[in-house]
C-alpha cells in the first residue's frame, strides 16, 4: 500500500484551508457588516467585529408592513423565486429531449451551434426587440415575461449541457433496452435519464444562478413591485443620496440563502443520480 507523505498532507490541509477562507471571507464579511451598527462601518480604524450585533436590519428588510422597504424586499424576492424557477423548469423540460436528439443525431448538431452562438451578442443589443415583443404581448413588468426572456438565455446553455450529459452514456445501453421490448418513452424514463440525473441537477442549479442574479434585463424590463427581481431591489437600496451599507449587506446575506438552498438540494439529487439508473446485468 502505498504511503502518503506527511509534508504532503499538511500541504493538502494547508492549501484548503486557504482556499476555503477565500471563499468564505466575502461572505463572513457580508454577515459582518449586516449587524455591525453604522456607526462601527464608519469607524477609523475600522472595527472587524461589532461591539453589539444589530439584527435589526433582518427584521426590517422582512417587515411586510405596506410601503415599508420590506414589503418591497419580500415582494423581490418572491419575484425572482417565482421567476428564476419557471424559467429553470421550463428550460430543463426543454433541454431534455432537445439534447437527447442533438447526441442521438449528430447530424443535426449545427442547429445546437447556432443557438449557442447567441451568446456572442452583448445583451444590449437584444433589448430593444425583446422590449417590442414584450410590449406588443402586454408582458411588459411581468413576471411570466421576464421569465419567457430568461428562457432564452437558459435553454440554449442547458441543452448544451444535457447534450453533454448524453453523450457520455453509451447507446448500446438503450439499443439492448429496446431489443428487450421497451419503447423509446419506456428506455427514456427506466435508462437514460435516471443516468442523466447528474448532469440534469447541474443543468438545473446553473439556470436557476443565472436566472437569480440576471440583472439588466430585469432592469428594463420591470417597473414596481409586481415583477422587480431581488437584484434590482438590492441596486435600489443603494441608489440613494445616503446609502446604508448594513443594510445592502443584510440584503446581500438574505438573496444568497435560497441559491444555496437550492445548491444543496441539487447536491442530494447528483449523488442519487450517481448511484441510480439502468445496469444491464
Do not use: C, H
Request: hydrophobic share 55%.
Amino acid at each position: 500500500m502505498e504511503r502518503k507523505s506527511p509534508l504532503f498532507t499538511i500541504f493538502i490541509y494547508i492549501s484548503a484551508i486557504l482556499l476555503a477562507l477565500i471563499i468564505l471571507a466575502p461572505i463572513l464579511w457580508l454577515f459582518v457588516m449586516s449587524i455591525s451598527p453604522a456607526a462601527d462601518l464608519a469607524a477609523k480604524p475600522l472595527r472587524w467585529w461589532p461591539q453589539t450585533a444589530d439584527f435589526s436590519r433582518y427584521g426590517v428588510l422582512l417587515s411586510t408592513v405596506e410601503n415599508s422597504a420590506g414589503a418591497a424586499f419580500t415582494a423581490s424576492l418572491r419575484n425572482s423565486i417565482t421567476i428564476a424557477g419557471m424559467a429553470t423548469l421550463v428550460a430543463l423540460a426543454l433541454a431534455i429531449p432537445a439534447g437527447w436528439a442533438v447526441s442521438r443525431t449528430p447530424s443535426v448538431g449545427w442547429s445546437l451551434s447556432m443557438v449557442i452562438a447567441t451568446y456572442m451578442l452583448p445583451p444590449v443589443a437584444l433589448a430593444v426587440p425583446l422590449y417590442q415583443g414584450l410590449a406588443y404581448l402586454g408582458m411588459l413588468n411581468n413576471v411570466f415575461g421576464l421569465a419567457l426572456v430568461y428562457l432564452t438565455i437558459l435553454a440554449p446553455f442547458t441543452t448544451w449541457l444535457m447534450k453533454s450529459g448524453f453523450d457520455s452514456i453509451p447507446k448500446e445501453i438503450e439499443s439492448a433496452a429496446m431489443i428487450d421490448g421497451a419503447g423509446l418513452f419506456q428506455t427514456l424514463k427506466i435508462i437514460t435519464l435516471p443516468l442523466a440525473m447528474p448532469v440534469m441537477a447541474t443543468s438545473a442549479l446553473f439556470a436557476f444562478l443565472l436566472a437569480w442574479d440576471e440583472f439588466f434585463y430585469a432592469l428594463l424590463f420591470t417597473s414596481d413591485q409586481r415583477a422587480k427581481t431581488l437584484t434590482v431591489a438590492i441596486a435600489d437600496l443603494a441608489g440613494g443620496r445616503v446609502s446604508d451599507y448594513g443594510l445592502i449587506a443584510t440584503a446581500g446575506v438574505l438573496a444568497a440563502l435560497p441559491p444555496v438552498l437550492v445548491g444543496l438540494l441539487m447536491q442530494r439529487a447528483l449523488i442519487s443520480g450517481l448511484t441510480s439508473g439502468g445496469v444491464k446485468g
